[in-house]
């Protein structure tokens, strides 16, 4: 029994050592795919960039970049209830992925409740996307909600981080407007 330990040990690690060289190949050739899918984000063919990011997701899982990605290609795409699910799988893998929750609350055509789309924008913001489209839009929705004071929040926060962004001007005029009017008292005049 002693001289066999010896022997399934030393297998094992041979084994083992062999299984990690496949996987840094796999990693290496996910690189190189995913590489090549950006290549072709910046000429805009988004079909052959979906090819090479689902090679990348396909040979290296754990590769968020790549998942995030192809979320993002799918959502160019018009295959929205697929990015949706490639957003959910970079959220479980890495919790602490702010853009993710952003596109899930960006994509508010969908099948969730509005609560979702506010819960996943107000995510993305506290988990660092503090880019302005995610106060935008989270401002557009406090906008469309009635919530004036609110989206006049956010979008002086977009404004703030991008100070040549005539919607979200324009928007929180709007929003500014509809507050004034919801807080004039309310008189009737001609009424016996």
């Given amino acids: 029994m002693k001289k066999i ?7 094992l690690l041979i084994f083992s050592s062999v299984f990690s060289q496949v996987s840094d190949k796999n ?6 795919a995913y590489n090549s899918a950006v290549e072709n984000i910046q000429t805009m063919n988004f079909q052959a960039a979906l090819s090479y990011l689902d090679a990348a997701v396909e040979l290296d899982p754990g ?9 993002k290609v799918k959502v160019e795409l018009g295959k929205t209830d697929d990015a949706i ?11 602490g992925n702010g853009e993710s929750y952003f596109y899930l609350g960006y994509l508010p055509f969908t099948s969730d409740t509005s609560q979702l789309i506010i819960n996943n924008l107000n995510m993305a913001i506290q988990k660092g996307y503090k880019q302005p489209q ?11 909600s009635e919530q004036y004071s609110e989206a006049i929040n956010d979008f002086t926060s977009a404004t703030e981080l991008k100070p040549n962004y ?14 004034a009017i919801c807080r004039e008292p309310f008189t ?4 016996l």
């Fill in 85 to 95: 699910k490639d957003f959910k799988k970079v959220i479980e893998k890495d919790p």
């Fill in 188 to 191: 009737i005049t001609g009424w």
């Fill in 166 to 179: 005539p919607l979200a001007y324009h928007n929180r005029a709007s929003a500014k407007e509809h507050w």
């Fill in 5 to 11: 330990f010896p022997i399934l040990f030393t297998l």
């Fill in 134 to 144: 995610a106060f935008y839009y989270r401002g557009m929705y406090y906008l469309l």
């Fill in 63 to 71: 590769m968020t970049t790549a998942l995030l990605q192809r979320a």
């Fill in 27 to 32: 990693k290496k050739a996910a690189k190189t």
